[in-house]
């Protein structure tokens, strides 16, 4: 082989091992929540004509437990509980579930969950729905 057939061919080898090792450009949109993003949101967030911070994260926190979670952490300041419980009937699933509790006005607490199934979110509404419904008979005994 020619010496110029040798620097050529070394040149292209080496011009694709840098575009190899060039990291891909992110789209600029890459954090934008997609239109599932939104409609799982939805289903996740209420909010309540609640005051006291306190008094949501206590109905947050007595809600969880009558559905059989164990409180891992609640941080007030922050807004956030954290929750847990076996699922049934295979005791080695576990159910995460993360509470953030927020200011929406003056007079409104927007309250959200995130559920997860063994590391994979939980979409399905009626989880959703059964803990608000929950919270609401929670939050009914808390101010009562």
Same mark, same amino acid.
């Given at each position: 082989?020619? &010496?110029?057939? #040798?620097?050529?061919? &070394? ?12 990291? *891909?450009? *992110?789209?600029? +949109?890459?954090?934008?929540?997609? /239109?599932?993003?939104?409609?799982? $949101?939805? &289903?996740?967030? $209420?909010?309540? +004509?609640?005051? +006291?911070?306190? &008094? ?9 437990? +009558? ?20 699922? =049934? *009937? ?6 995460? #579930?993360?509470?953030? #509790? $927020?200011?929406?006005? =003056? ?28 919270? /609401? $008979? ?7």
């Amino acid at each position: 082989m020619k &010496l110029e057939n #040798v620097r050529g061919i &070394l040149a292209v080898v080496g011009l694709v091992l840098i575009e190899g090792c060039a990291a *891909p450009q *992110p789209s600029p +949109d890459l954090l934008a929540p997609t /239109e599932a993003q939104m409609k799982i $949101r939805s &289903l996740q967030t $209420r909010s309540f +004509d609640l005051k +006291d911070r306190q &008094l949501a994260m206590r109905g947050v926190i007595a809600a969880l437990q +009558d559905l059989g979670f164990i409180i891992e952490r609640a941080n007030e300041s922050l807004g956030l509980v954290t929750a847990a419980r076996f699922a =049934e *009937p295979n005791f080695y699933d576990v159910v995460g #579930v993360t509470v953030t #509790v $927020r200011s929406e006005t =003056e007079n409104r607490m927007m309250i959200r969950a995130n559920a997860i199934y063994n590391n994979k979110p939980i979409e399905d509404p009626k989880v959703y729905q059964n803990f608000f419904a929950t919270l /609401e $008979r929670a939050l009914f005994v808390t101010q009562n």
